[in-house]
C-alpha cells in the first residue's frame, strides 16, 4: 500500500469471511458503505445516486448468495428501475428506466446490494466526469468507468461494475490501484447497458485485488473463475514494440519491476514481436466504435445534438461519414485477428503489457489513453489489471494480464500470481 | 394472388416507383396508410398505436432517402420515443421509452415513415396475440412478429419490422403469403429491442415480395441487397428428413411444387442429408434461449411474476434451472457447428425447406410451430420465406430459402428467382 494514498481499498473477500452467515453483520456492512459514501464521496465524488437507506440494508439483511449482503457500486450506464440512471448525459437527466440491466439482475441474485450509481463519461465515451482520483484528488481516475473505480480505490464499496469499450475497465483500475477484470467478450450479458458499440462493449469488473475480481466475476458468471492458486509456473509473453504508442519510460520501469518479480516468484518472461495485423487493427476498432455508435447512439445525435458534449457531437459527425464498405472490412479484420489469435499466445500463459501508457496524468480535463486497451477489447481476449506498483510521480501503475479468450479462469489466475509475486517485492 | 384473401399487400417498389419525386405524392401515401389502418385494422388488429396524423404525413413531405415518405410499421419489441412501446406485456402498459431503437433510425434516416407499432406476443415469446391473419381472419397469422406480419400482408403497410429469435418472421410471413427476410444475425442492430437471448435476437422484414423485401435490408443496411437477377441457375439443396418435425402432407405439397417450378425455370434441387450436429442443435437453442431469457427478462421474473403469462412464467422458471455448464457446452456445439456451415452449402446456392411444418393452424390460440426456423436463427444464416404458393385448406405456405451467412446477397437473389419461377407456373 502507497503511504501517499488517502484512501484504501477493502477486499470483498476479507469482508465476506469476517461476516460470515451473521444477518445483522450484513446490515451493518452496507450502513457502513452508506455511512463512508456520505463522508467521503464529496470529495471524490464518485456516486451519482445513492440507495435509500432502511432499503438497502433490508436486502442486505434478507440476502443470500455468494456476495451475500455486499455492497456493490454500479456505473450509471446500466439501467436500474430503482435508481436514476443518466448515462453520464444531460439527455437523460432524470431517467428513470422501467427494468434493471441483466448484470443488475445478476447482482441481486448472487445477494449483492446496489448501493449507488457511479459517475461514467457521457455514453462511456471520452468526456471527462467529475471524479476524482482516489490516489491524488487532483488528478482523474480515468474512465470512462470513473466512478466505479473511484469508488473501489476510495474504500466505499468493495466492488464495482463498469464498462470497456475501448480501455474504461483496465486504464481506471490502474490509474486508482485497483484490480480490474473485463472478462472475453459476451460472458457477461450488455443487456441493459446504453450501447456504445455493440461489437465492443464489454461489461467490466472492479475489486481491492485480483482474488476479489475474480470472485465477483465467479458469482455472477456462473462460471468456475475464482483464483485457486494452480498458476505456479506461468509464462508470459512481453511484446518487444507497440504499434499503438510506446509506454513512456515511467511505465517500462514498472513493467520491468513486474517482470523481475514474476521471475523471482518462479515465472518466466518472454519477448514477442506483434503480427503486422496488431497494427491493422488500431483502425479497426475505430471504424467498428464509430460505425456502430453512429447507429446506436442515433437518437441522441438526430435528437438532441446540442446537449452532447462537443467531443461526442464531432466524434459522431466523422463517424457518420464511415461508409459500410469499410466498416464491414473492419469486422473482417477483426475476424481473422481472433482467428490468428492462437499464435500469438502459442506456448504463454497469458501476455504481460503496461495497462495503460502512464500513470494518471494531472487535472481532470483528461481520462487517459486507452491504447493499450482497444485492440484487446476488440479481440475480445480477457484483461486482467494487477496491482501493486506505483510510478516515478507517486500514482499507482497496474500491468496487464491478456489471455485467450475463454480462458478467463486461467487469465485471472495468472494475474493473482503476478499480483502475489509484486507483493512479495515490494513487501 | 389468392382469390380467397381478403385483402392484398403492396409492393413498397412499385409505390416508390409510382410516386417518384413528387412530395405531395409521399404525404398522400401516408395518410392513405393511415386511411387503410382506420378502415382495417379494427378487423385485422395488427396495430398497438398509430402516428399522429400531421406529423407523420409533414415528415413524408419533407422526407429524401431510398425509403422516402414509405409508411413503415415497426414491431412492439422496438423503442420509439414517440410512440408507446409495451413489448406485449401488461408490465410495460404505457412505456414510453427516451429514445428509439437503432433500426427505428436507419428507418428515419432513409425516410421511412413509422406510421405506427405493431403487435407482438409477449416479449416476442409464444404467447398468442389479438392480431389476425389477413388471409383468413379466423386464423392466426403466426407470432411473434404478428402485427407486422399482419400489417403488410393486409396492405396497411408496404413494409414493417420485426424479429426473430425462434421463427417469429419466417413463419408469420408464411403463414400471412407475404415475403419475410431474417438477416445475417449481427448484420441490423439490435439496440433499442428488448432482448429475449443476445446470441438468438436478430431483425427481421417483412414485405409484399423478395424485391421489395430485399430494397427494404439494403436500405437499412448500407450493403449491396436489392434483388439484380444475377442468380440465373441457382442450386438448391433439399433435405431428405428433418431431425425436428416433419413437414405436414400439406407443407411437402408445396415443397415440390416450388422445385417444379425451379427446375422449369432453370434452376436445380438436389437431395441433402443433414449432419448429425442438426439433431443437436435443436437442445442447443433451446438451452441457449432459456439461459439467456432467464438473464434477460431476469427483472421482470423476479420482480413482476404474476404479471406475466402462464407459459411465459413456466418457460422462465424452467430457464432459471439450466446451469451454465450445459449453456457453455450448448455455445460450443453452436460455434463448432457454424464452422461445420460450409460443408453443408458445398455446391449450393441455397438450402430449399419448407418454412413452417404446415399452413396457419385454425383459431388464435397458438402462434404455429417454429421448428422450421430455429437452427437457421442459431446459426445465423440469411433466411427468405418466399410467398406464391397456398395449401390444401387455402391458406398462404411458403417456402423457406436458407444461405450462408453473410452471403445475403446471393440468398435474397435465389429466394427472388424461386418467387419469379413460382409466379411463372401459377400464372
Not at 111 to 118: E, P, Q
Not at 294 to 301: I, V
Amino acid at each position: 500500500m502507497n503511504a501517499h494514498s488517502l484512501y484504501r481499498p477493502v477486499s470483498g473477500l476479507d469482508l465476506l469471511e469476517r461476516i460470515g452467515n451473521d444477518s445483522r453483520q450484513r446490515g451493518l456492512v452496507v450502513e457502513d458503505a452508506l455511512a463512508r459514501i456520505g463522508q467521503i464521496d464529496p470529495e471524490v465524488r464518485a456516486m451519482t445516486v445513492v440507495a435509500q437507506r432502511e432499503a438497502a440494508v433490508a436486502a442486505a439483511i434478507a440476502a443470500t448468495g455468494p456476495l451475500a449482503g455486499m455492497p456493490v457500486a454500479v456505473k450509471d450506464i446500466f439501467d436500474t428501475a430503482d435508481l436514476t440512471t443518466g448515462y453520464g448525459s444531460p439527455i437523460y437527466e432524470g431517467h428513470r428506466p422501467r427494468s434493471d440491466a441483466a448484470v443488475v439482475t445478476l447482482l441481486r441474485r448472487s445477494g449483492g446490494i446496489v448501493v449507488g450509481k457511479t459517475t461514467t463519461s457521457e455514453f462511456a465515451y471520452m468526456a471527462p466526469t467529475v471524479t476524482r482520483n482516489p490516489c491524488d484528488l487532483n488528478r482523474t481516475p480515468g474512465g470512462s468507468s470513473s466512478g466505479s473505480a473511484a469508488a473501489v480505490a476510495a474504500g466505499l464499496v468493495p466492488f464495482a461494475i463498469g464498462t470497456q469499450t475501448g480501455g474504461s475497465t483496465i486504464r481506471p483500475a490502474s490509474f486508482c490501484g485497483i484490480a480490474g477484470y473485463k472478462p472475453t467478450f459476451g460472458m457477461l450479458s450488455t443487456v441493459g447497458m446504453k450501447c456504445f458499440s455493440w461489437s465492443l462493449d464489454t461489461v467490466g469488473l472492479f475489486a481491492a485485488g485480483v482474488p476479489d475480481v475474480a470472485y465477483l466475476a465467479q458469482s455472477l458468471s456462473g462460471r468456475q473463475l475464482a483464483v485457486d492458486g494452480s498458476t505456479t509456473r506461468p509464462v508470459f509473453a512481453i511484446p518487444e514494440h507497440y504499434p499503438w504508442t510506446e509506454p513512456s519510460a515511467n511505465a517500462s520501469t514498472v513493467l520491468e519491476a513486474a517482470a523481475r518479480a514474476i521471475e523471482r516468484a518462479g515465472g518466466r518472461v518472454r519477448p514477442i514481436r506483434f503480427p503486422a495485423w496488431m497494427t491493422d487493427l488500431i483502425g479497426a476498432h475505430h471504424t467498428i466504435q464509430s460505425y456502430e455508435a453512429w447507429q446506436a447512439l442515433g437518437y441522441e445525435y438526430d435528437r438532441h445534438r446540442a446537449m452532447l458534449s462537443p467531443m461526442l457531437a464531432d466524434f459522431l459527425e466523422r463517424a457518420g461519414e464511415i461508409d459500410t464498405a469499410a466498416y464491414v472490412r473492419a469486422c473482417v479484420l477483426a475476424k481473422e485477428a481472433k482467428e490468428g489469435l492462437s499464435s500469438l499466445f502459442h506456448g504463454m500463459t497469458g501476455l504481460l503489457t503496461p495497462s495503460a501508457p502512464d500513470e494518471a496524468p494531472d487535472g481532470l480535463s483528461s481520462t487517459g489513453d486507452p491504447a493499450f486497451n482497444r485492440n484487446w477489447t476488440l479481440l475480445g481476449c480477457p484483461c486482467v489489471n494487477v496491482p501493486g506498483l506505483w510510478g516515478a510521480r507517486g500514482g499507482p501503475m497496474g500491468v496487464q494480464v491478456i489471455g485467450r479468450p475463454w480462458d478467463d479462469a486461467r487469465c485471472l489466475d495468472a494475474a493473482a500470481f503476478v499480483e502475489r509475486a509484486i507483493a512479495e517485492c515490494t513487501a
